[in-house]
């Protein structure tokens, strides 16, 4: 049998986990682990609601440092340490939705939501 949390619960560890990553950033990689674009959270981190984190952002565009796929994404804390990793990424139904996932350097990366869902 599978452990259930409460709702309550579940808005505590995703709250507990956001606090411990706001005004951090989050990192667009690709398949080699190579950083394409970066973009800060807030100080806020953003809201929780029952299980779901929607993640709130400084700006929700930023310009890429280097070109390639997007693949996946990453959260480091305020201190640039990852803490969150193998967040997926695409253009829908992925935890971060970009306007596209191929990147080209110096282009300006849209970053349209980003939520996490504790299961």
Known sequence: MSVILATTVKTAVMTAIRDAVADGTLEILDAADVLLVSFGLSA???NVVGSVWTLAFDASTA???AAGTAAKAQIKNSGGTAKITGLTVGTAATD????STT???AQNVILTSATITHP
């Open 103 to 105: 990147i080209a350097t």
């Open 96 to 99: 971060v939705v970009l306007s």
């Open 44 to 46: 806020s981190g953003g």
């Open 63 to 65: 310009s890429a440092g």
